[in-house]
């Protein structure tokens, strides 16, 4: 039976790497290969095609090399749109499946499908699909256009129910080419497209990602949310090579990193110079063994700070570097001093009164506070191709929250719900590229005339 799965997984592969391929199959070297840089080329027609797969509990790392495993069950409940999760939070003040209007989906494999339709030199389109494989769907009378499946929807009671062998949510994006802001045919900021780096990225030493937005943060601080933030160092390499189905890309030609943490500014007043040495020392000891209470390592983890003692007060700043980086032809605005809080840190014994201050980005007239790569997922690592600024991979932890572990672009597009209304049975996920095609003679017209992009 393993056997069997195993070779449909395969042919599966297969079949969504020769998607509408009248231009054949592309390995990414091969593409590499044909154009300069593949960004500058993207072009209709061109397909990418990612794998969502689990990490063993026995992989603390969570890297991509080892711990990786094919079979698992993902869970999404899908409300088809994202203002449809925001009504429902509104009108109940919590993330609930609504079994009437909602699609609950289970399988045992999830593909994500990128197929640019339409390019010009300021903006792109492009079809994006999950890819349900071997599962079971249960969608309410009220949702909608039911998706593709490789089955039979039948109709239980008021539920249309289905055991697939594949099921296709598609939704078309549209992407702003000039600063990588992204939207749905209707409007709604989706978020930055994090499937590739822009060429501003790519020309400065150091930028932030905007991979995900959390709505209605549960908290007391001031904000409509949480974000994700992937910090890039653009000169950093990898250690080892990319070598999956074909794909390779030798390790000084990515643009590695494994460290999702931005830096608080947090000062600490009423203390000798003395008792200052003292904080400055637990703190580097800490962020280098990861001895110190929760979070407290995450000051400076990824980013070289600066302490400074003056009039009573000592701070520890890791934020010069995000105060240098400059942002201004993204659709978002970081901020590294949105908010304040005061409290209390015990230190060797001796309690200090501290303020620490928060960073944040303002996104579509709301503000979200960032804890880098967060709140409910730690970054294990990222990889983008550094050419072209193409996504090679992303490993994080989540501990079985699915919803932490994708980008807003693809919550917000297909309307997905935090907590158990999207889960795997891991304890962490990476998103693989596994390859590429390029079929140029299908075009965005042929795509729109099918009504791919209104499918499910």
């Known amino acids: 039976m393993k056997n069997k799965k195993e070779k449909r997984y395969a042919i599966l592969a297969i079949f969504l790497l020769v998607i509408a391929t009248s231009g054949g199959v592309y390995t990414y070297t091969q593409l590499h290969n044909q154009h300069a840089t593949l960004l500058p080329s993207l072009s209709t027609g061109l397909t990418l095609v990612y ?26 409940d899908v409300k088809g749109n994202y203002q449809r999760v925001l009504d429902q939070y509104n009108r109940s003040d919590a993330y609930v499946v609504n079994r009437t209007s909602d699609c609950e989906i289970a399988s045992n494999a999830l593909y994500l499908t990128i197929h640019i339709t339409t390019f010009r030199s300021d903006m792109m389109s492009a079809n994006v699909t999950l890819t349900f494989v071997n599962g079971t769907a249960n969608c309410g009378p009220e949702f909608g256009q039911l998706p593709r499946i490789d089955g039979r929807w039948m109709l239980e009671s008021w539920t249309y129910v289905s055991s697939f062998r594949q099921l296709n949510f598609t939704r078309t994006i549209i992407i702003d080419y000039t600063n990588s802001d992204s939207r749905s045919v209707e409007g709604l900021e989706l978020g930055e497209w994090p499937f590739w780096l822009g060429n501003q990225d790519l020309n400065r030493n150091f930028t932030l990602v905007l991979y995900g937005l959390a709505d209605h943060l549960t908290t007391q601080m001031p904000v409509e949310g949480a974000a994700s933030i992937l910090p890039l160092n653009i000169s950093r390499t990898a250690e080892s090579a990319y070598d999956v189905t074909g794909i390779k890309v030798g390790p000084g030609e990515q643009i590695f990193s494994d460290r999702g943490s931005l830096p608080q500014e947090k000062s600490i007043s009423n203390i000798s110079e003395a008792e200052a040495r003292v904080i400055v020392e637990w703190y580097d000891d800490c962020e280098v063994n990861s001895t110190c209470p929760t979070n407290a390592h995450l000051q400076a983890f990824a980013f070289a700070r600066a302490a400074s003692y003056v009039n009573g007060m000592v701070t520890l700043d890791g934020s010069a570097i995000l105060n240098s980086i400059k942002l201004s032809n993204s659709a978002w605005r970081f901020n590294p001093n949105l908010f ?22 303002e996104y579509a007239g709301s503000t979200y506070v960032t804890f880098g790569f967060g709140p409910f997922a730690s970054l294990g690592q990222v990889a983008y191709c550094r050419s072209d600024g193409l996504l090679l991979y992303i490993t994080m932890g989540s501990y079985g929250d699915l919803y932490s572990s994708l980008p807003s672009v693809i919550t917000r597009a297909f309307g997905l719900i935090p907590g158990m209304g999207a889960r795997f049975s891991g304890t962490g996920i990476a998103l693989v590229l596994l390859g590429a095609t390029n079929s140029v003679s299908r075009t965005a017209s042929s795509n729109t005339a099918s009504g791919i992009g209104e499918q499910g």
Request: aromatic share 8%.
């Open 51 to 76: 794998r969502f797969l689990t990490i063993s509990s026995n992989n603390n790392s969570r890297s991509l090399q080892a711990g990786t495993v094919a079979n698992d069950t993902f869970h999404l």
């Open 340 to 361: 304040e809080t005061n409290g209390t840190i015990r230190i060797n014994g001796t309690t200090f009164k501290d303020t620490v201050h928060f960073s944040g980005i």
